[in-house]
């Protein structure tokens, strides 16, 4: 899995009638209507960073998810089921909105989202195999990322409640990039240090390989906490509110 992140500028957007004055309200009959939804999402990551009471919206810094997250095996030299929980995300605020936008004919919401840097971190429980070798551990896992892109594309649908229209968001899709990678896993084979030792030292080596691997249970990471925050208030603020 926002996210978000990406997420508090959706927010941004979204609670524009009851926000501080700081965040701007956006008029879709605006020439610059689009570059005012990619500086008042900017301003909201900051803003809304501590959480918005009003909407039941959290702090975004740093974010906790109390989802857990599965990525079943994969055929290859590192194939792994990996589960996740008790995931943080901090720097989630500290990023830049590159673009935003969105097609309420469609249904369909875009961001362009830059993070520098942004770390995590989960318990989890990896079995299979790693470069070929029998793993089988849990423990705590770290990372770190030095520049993170993501792009994010969520569809959504319309309903009325009230007389009055929403939206919520079905499913989300990103695409990631990450820069600049570090992960620390804690012992992977216990009781054989020299080949944990060895096998670190690889991961070390080959960041870029390694998030490939990972890159599932990251934007599965992602994935639910932006849908999460965007829902919190896509649902409770009709559109009407939402986009003048």
């Not at 599932?216 to 829902?231: C, D, F, Q, T, Y």
């Amino acid at each position: 899995m926002k996210l978000i992140i990406l997420l508090s500028g959706f927010a941004t957007l979204a609670l524009a009638a009851h926000l501080p004055s700081e965040i701007q309200i956006c008029k879709r009959s605006d020439s610059n209507f689009k570059a005012c939804l990619v500086s008042s999402a900017d301003k909201a990551l900051t803003v809304l960073a501590n959480g918005y009471d009003e909407l039941g919206f959290p702090s975004i810094e740093p974010i906790y998810l109390e989802e857990t997250i599965i990525i079943e095996p994969r055929p290859g030299p590192i194939n792994l089921y990996q589960k996740y929980n008790n995931i943080v995300i901090k720097g989630a605020t500290k990023g830049k909105v590159e673009d935003f936008g969105i097609n309420l004919d469609d249904c369909v919401i875009w961001l362009n989202h830059t993070l520098k840097p942004l770390d995590s971190s989960a318990s989890y429980v990896i079995k299979g195999q790693l470069l070929l070798l029998p793993v089988d551990s849990k423990g705590d896992a770290s990372l770190h990322i030095g520049e993170f892109y993501v792009f994010i594309k969520a569809t959504c649908e319309k309903f009325v409640t009230g007389g009055k229209e929403y939206i919520r968001v079905v499913n989300v899709n990103l695409d990631i990039t990450a820069k600049h990678t570090s992960f620390n896993y804690g012992p992977l084979f216990i009781g054989n240090p020299q080949l944990d030792q060895d096998i670190h030292k690889i991961i070390e080596d080959n960041p870029e390989d390694f998030f490939e691997v990972m890159r599932p249970s990251i934007e599965a990471m992602w994935g639910v906490g932006i849908m999460k925050l965007m829902n919190i208030v896509f649902t409770q603020i009709p559109l009407d509110e939402l986009f003048w």
